[in-house]
């Protein structure tokens, strides 16, 4: 059902991340998290993916977070 976002969403991934790296010098952040879960009301996931990008933006540290039923983890 899903097999063909995989190459949208790699596109997408790669993008970002040369986004980020071509215009960062000039204070340009762009950064990309991977969902690798199902997202249901209530389960905190929105919560999760929130606290990440805020993260994320504020530190500027990584471009790239993955989330799957593991814990997050930085790629």
Do not use: C, F
């Not at 950064?31 to 929105?46: A, C, F, L």
């Amino acid at each position: 059902m899903m097999g063909n976002v995989g190459i949208a969403m790699a596109g997408l991934r790669n993008h970002v991340l040369n986004l980020n790296t071509e215009l960062s010098g000039k204070g340009i952040y762009a950064g990309h998290i991977g969902i690798g879960v199902w997202m249901q009301e209530g389960s905190g996931v929105q919560d999760t993916i929130a606290e990440i990008w805020y993260d994320m933006y504020t530190r500027r540290d990584r471009a790239e977070e993955y989330i799957s039923e593991d814990p997050v983890r930085s790629l």
